[in-house]
Nanobody, 124 residues
Framework: QVQLVESGGGLVQAGDSLRLSCAGSSAMSAMGWFRQSPGKERQFVSAIRWSGGSTYYADSAKGRFTIARDNAKNTGYLQMNSLKPEDTAVYYC????????????????????WGQGTQVTVSS
């Protein structure tokens, strides 16, 4: 089992920034970020292809969030700026295994491994 270790969550005020990290232990074909609030479905936030670095963003994240990767460290990052109260959720990173060619990185079904989640709380 590939372990994904997330960090960087916390309690911030609206307008502040957070940088989430997701450290893996093996090569990945892609990494995605999803979030979930109580009583709501898990929703896509952002994703990046490990080879080539193509990026994808949910409409709610576009212009505020930036996803990046460090191939040497097998680590992905999600820089979140201009945070809003509606961004409050548990954020999960996910990885698609090497050798897998995900078609739609916005779908949680494309990922094989998941992190434990990190809480992001944005106060108004």
């Amino acid at each position: 089992q590939v372990q994904l270790v997330e960090s960087g969550g916390g309690l911030v005020q609206a307008g502040d920034s957070l940088r989430l990290s997701c450290a893996g232990s093996s090569a990945m074909s892609a990494m995605g970020w999803f979030r979930q609030s109580p009583g709501k479905e898990r929703q896509f936030v952002s994703a990046i292809r490990w080879s080539g670095g193509s990026t994808y963003y949910a409409d709610s994240a576009k212009g505020r969030f930036t996803i990046a990767r460090d191939n040497a460290k097998n680590t992905g990052y999600l820089q979140m700026n201009s945070l809003k109260p509606e961004d409050t959720a548990v954020y999960y990173c996910a990885a698609a295994a090497l050798g897998w060619s995900p078609e739609d990185l916005r779908s949680s079904h494309e990922y094989h491994y998941w992190g434990q989640g990190t809480q992001v709380t944005v106060s108004s």
